[in-house]
């Protein structure tokens, strides 16, 4: 079983950064691939980013790509995502991920893909 805690999020104005960070519990962090995901009220949960355990792999929705920054460090099992120049419309309740995989090099686009989930995190981004 692994536990994922989220932190940061918060409110920011449009052009604003923030960070979140996610801890695993698990001593085998490094196994695992992580992603990001989004859900917007009226809207369906969406994927934002993700990376393979090895850290070499990373993938970005068309929406946040070139704002948006995923990284990991595996000596303190955390996963980061870095947001900049925020938008109204990235104002969602935001969710880490893990997901196993025997290839260092694998993400995934699907939650169906992830067993593991944290508990979200409001990110409000005011105009």
């Known amino acids: 079983q692994v536990q994922l805690a989220q ?9 604003g950064s923030l960070r979140l960070s996610c801890a695993a519990s698990t001593r085998a962090f490094s196994t ?7 859900q917007a009220p009226g809207k369906e949960r969406e994927f934002v980013a993700a990376i393979s355990w090895g850290g070499s ?3 970005y929705a068309d929406s946040v790509k070139g704002r948006f920054t995923v990284s990991r460090d595996n000596a303190k099992n955390t996963v980061y995502l870095q947001m900049n120049s925020l ?8 969710s880490c991920a893990a997901g196993s995989s ?17 508990q979200g995190t409001q990110v409000t981004v005011s105009s």
Not at 102 to 118: K, M, Q
């Open 7 to 15: 932190s940061g999020g918060g409110l920011v104005q449009a052009g």
């Open 32 to 38: 695992y691939y992580m992603g990001w995901f989004r």
């Open 57 to 59: 792999t990373t993938g």
């Open 87 to 94: 938008k109204p419309e990235d104002t969602a309740v935001y």
């Open 102 to 118: 025997s290839y260092s090099y694998t993400i995934s686009y699907s939650t169906r893909s992830y067993a593991y989930w944290g």
